[in-house]
Nanobody, 127 residues
Framework: VQLQASGGGLVQVGGALRLSCVVSGSSSRNYGIAWFRQAPGKEREVVSYISSSGEYIYYADSAKGRFTISRENMENSVYLTMNSLQPEDSAIYYC?????????????????????WGQGTQVTVSS
């Protein structure tokens, strides 16, 4: 299974970006998908998560009201639409997939729960 993240770039404060994560090698419907980010000198943190069915969604407090996660399983893709971007949103954004086929509880905020990671896409917000 491979994940390809894209859509990052340089935007001004208040701008918007839409990140894409394409899953290959397996159907994306088998996986819960999260977006994490990591800024220089900081730990990797979860931004948002969407379950394999799309019925459960989690947002970090920093993302609530500004970011929207969605998935299109027919396209094997998950998206993160980010609005009202701020300099503190600058980071490398990674998508990650957790195998949902076995069911059970998943701590969506724990990077160790995820089986596959994309390569990351850089988001830079200039003030």
């Amino acid at each position: 299974v491979q994940l390809q993240a894209s859509g990052g770039g340089l935007v001004q404060v208040g701008g918007a970006l839409r990140l894409s994560c394409v899953v290959s090698g397996s159907s994306s419907r088998n996986y819960g998908i999260a977006w994490f980010r990591q800024a220089p000198g900081k730990e990797r943190e979860v931004v948002s998560y969407i379950s394999s069915s799309g019925e459960y969604i989690y947002y970090a407090d920093s993302a609530k009201g500004r970011f929207t996660i969605s998935r299109e399983n027919m396209e094997n893709s998950v998206y993160l639409t980010m609005n009202s971007l701020q300099p503190e949103d600058s980071a490398i954004y990674y998508c990650a997939a957790a195998d949902a086929s076995g069911g059970g509880y998943l701590d969506s905020t724990d990077p160790d729960e995820y089986d596959y990671w994309g390569q990351g896409t850089q988001v830079t917000v200039s003030s």
